[in-house]
């Protein structure tokens, strides 16, 4: 398996709604990312998890939440979102960056 | 994270014909990395080249590394419809954070 799959692939939530991104990877990568993409911009970073323990956090709202329960998978948890929070959200995972990242096809996301 | 730049902003060629793509950074680097992204869905990484890499190919793909620059080219050849996409560099310093390219928009016109 050399995938990442994340579900759901598309997500419309109100303001008050919580919601949650999953991410899953099998192929033994130690390194899990979250990233957020608006249109025509390159992806930014927000989360990084290592080993199963939070190594970086971009200066991320509160609002964002990020929970990884094993080597395999990523959670993103979403609560009071903005409308300017409407984006692509991106999973990747890595062996420590020496082949490249492996991206999931992402969640489009729109807050309204 | 700092972007690096990538020029052109947008590419048009008719296809079969030859793109290059170019990207400049500003710090030092462990490897370079290419990926493509089609409209709104994930991105594919295509190539990795190491800071004491020079020059690297996939297929119909050639990247190229200049460390003394500061700089790296992405050569497509014999483009086809299929390679349109917007196409990123991206610089790793073992850190765990990618610094992006503002991305190349390449249309290949049939």
């Known amino acids: 398996d050399t995938e990442v799959t994340q579900t759901p692939k598309h997500l419309v939530m109100g303001m008050t709604n919580k919601k949650s991104l999953k991410c899953e990877q099998h192929m033994g990568h130690r390194a899990m990312y979250w990233y957020k993409q608006k249109a025509k911009k390159p992806p930014e970073l927000m989360f990084v998890?290592?080993?199963?323990?939070?190594?970086i956090n971009e200066s991320v709202p509160s609002r964002f939440s990020p929970e990884c329960p094993n080597s395999s998978l990523l959670n993103l948890h979403l609560h009071a979102l903005q409308p300017e929070d409407s984006a692509l959200y991106l999973c990747?995972?890595?062996?420590?960056?020496?082949?490249?990242?492996?991206f999931g096809s992402g969640t489009r996301l729109t807050v309204v | 994270s700092q972007q690096g730049e990538e020029d052109p902003q947008a590419l048009s060629i008719q296809e079969g014909e030859n793109a290059t793509m170019n990207c400049s950074y500003k710090t030092s680097i462990n490897n370079l990395q290419w990926y493509r992204q089609n409209s709104g869905r994930g991105l594919v990484h295509l190539i990795l080249?190491?800071?004491n890499e020079r020059e690297k190919h996939s297929g119909r793909l050639r990247v190229t590394l200049d460390t003394s620059k500061k700089s790296s080219s992405l050569l497509i050849t014999a483009s086809r419809a299929a390679d349109t996409a917007s196409y990123f560099c991206a610089t790793d310093d073992s850190n765990y954070q990618l610094i992006w390219g503002a991305g190349t928009k390449l249309i290949i016109k049939p």
């Open positions: 990747a995972s890595s062996q420590e960056g020496v082949y490249g990242y492996t």
């Open positions: 080249i190491r800071s």
């Open positions: 998890y290592s080993y199963e323990k939070l190594s």
